[in-house]
């Protein structure tokens, strides 16, 4: 055995930025923004959602926090502790579960009065990169210094035009005499609303990590007029709905919104709520030179409200439909059984004309691994042949599986399907690997005695 000292690993280099601004308000203003963490998404761009862990709700005390924000373009989300001290007017934190890049983040805001109505903010970061890779340090100095400056600036706005008369919450909720698991399905399924609610012309949604959705769409107004809109939605499976618009009409600085899905007795009560900051320079340019805050008040209610309680009547629609229809058969599940065996051997025998053939003409294939779905015979039969193309060099076997299979009714005969799909790999010789594992869930429409696909959508486990 040797006698020297085994090496030990160098400490990662601790990296430090410091951001500075002052503020035309009282000190006990702009330390009531920064305690308030819930509101964060409401005052902070970066901020997307968060969601208190432990304690909150005061200027003092430890608390634990999930945080969702952007950084980079890219939604991230952490866990983080803080202490907050409001006779020192100062909030330390510690990031307790980090996302790569960042191997660790901490730091601190500093307030200092410089008067009655006057405040300078220090906001310091301290991180380790992982692997200390210049790259990574690179990208998240970027992230902070962006989100930073960004925070700032916002927070400065926010107290110095610091109004309950600005930012507005409402609810609008329906009873539906169905479930709440089907009325959160019809709500989380943003990429279907184009066939679903009248008042939206176009959606692109994308959902590379499993529950957090990019969403952007297309709405017609009731003077019909079409306004786009982009959110990112965090989903809290058949309970809540969270988004932030990262895209604001002119009249708003900020809005955020909620969609609470609550079991009722037989039935559920979904919820939804919107909270939006008025941006008062741009009232009298939008709603006209006699207009002022509590104008823009009722017409923001107006005009999301009325999309909200049409996307609630039609999600009420759907859950009490299928509800209605009752369970299906032991004849159909068979059917749909039958169905998939058909369906995955085409698929496995690089079939593509087959494989389309087993979707409506207007069929979508669409999944959560960032790629545009996929709409129509055409596109699907040449998205098969593109597969197996770059598959060519490739000997392993490769064999769809779908099992642990639901079916329910859905409303004109159509049903859906919900399994649980693996694809297994063997190489010659074998042995045989799962190569990947999903969830299918399809709309199948009857079809000359069988069964077309409408909309597929998988989710892929891992992604």
Request: glycine residues 8%.
């Amino acid at each position: 055995m040797s006698d020297e000292n085994p090496q030990t690993a160098a400490a990662p280099t601790v990296h430090e930025t410091v951001h500075e601004i002052e503020v035309d308000a009282p000190a006990g203003t702009v330390y009531e923004l920064v305690a308030d963490a819930a509101r964060w998404p409401v005052h902070f761009p970066p901020n997307l959602h968060v969601e208190v862990l432990e304690g909150g709700g005061g200027k003092d005390g430890v608390e634990r926090l999930r945080i969702w924000a952007t950084a980079n373009g890219a939604v991230k989300n952490w866990t983080s502790r803080r202490e907050l001290d409001s006779s020192a007017l100062t909030v330390t934190f510690r990031q307790e579960r980090s996302q790569a890049p960042v191997a660790s983040m901490g730091g601190a805001w500093h307030l200092e009065p410089l008067g009655e109505r006057r405040t300078r903010v220090r906001f310091v970061h301290t991180f380790t990169a992982v692997g200390d890779d210049p790259e990574n340090v690179a990208w998240i100095r970027r992230a902070v210094d962006t989100n930073t400056e960004s925070e700032l600036r916002a927070l400065r706005a926010a107290a110095e035009t610091a109004s309950d008369d600005l930012v507005l919450t409402f609810d609008d909720t329906v009873r539906i005499d169905g479930s709440a698991k089907d009325a959160y399905e019809f709500v989380r399924a943003a990429d279907r609303w184009t066939e679903r609610l009248p008042h939206v012309t176009r959606v692109s949604l994308t959902e590379e990590v499993p529950g957090e959705q990019v969403l952007e769409m297309d709405t017609r107004t009731a003077d019909g007029s079409v306004h786009t809109t982009r959110s990112v939605r965090i989903c809290f499976p058949a309970e809540r709905i969270v988004y932030k618009q990262t895209h604001t009409p002119a009249l708003m600085d900020a809005h955020t919104g909620e969609w609470i899905f609550e079991e009722d007795g037989d039935g559920c009560v979904v919820t939804s709520r919107h909270t939006v900051r008025i941006a008062p320079g741009a009232v009298r340019d939008v709603l006209g030179p006699d207009a002022d805050v509590a104008r823009a008040r009722e017409f923001v209610r107006e005009a999301l409200g009325r999309n909200s309680r049409a996307t609630l009547g039609h999600a009420a629609a759907h859950a009490g439909g299928l509800r209605a229809a009752g369970p299906v058969g032991h004849d159909v599940y068979v059917s749909v059984q039958r169905f998939y065996a058909e369906q995955m051997r085409h698929l496995d025998e690089g079939r593509a004309e087959e494989w389309a053939a087993t979707f409506t003409e207007d069929g979508v294939f669409a999944q959560n691994s960032g790629a545009e779905p996929v709409r129509g015979r055409a596109a699907i039969a040449a998205a098969v042949r593109a597969g197996r193309a770059r598959l060519a060099a490739d000997p392993q076997r490769r064999r769809h599986v779908f099992g642990m299979l639901t079916v329910d009714p859905a409303a004109d005969g159509a049903v859906r399907a919900r399994s649980y799909a693996q694809v297994l790999a063997t190489p010659p010789g074998g042995p045989t690997v799962l190569h990947l594992s999903a969830v299918c869930e399809d709309e199948l429409v009857p079809v000359d005695g069988g069964w077309a696909v409408r909309h597929r959508r998988v989710d892929h486990d891992g992604v």
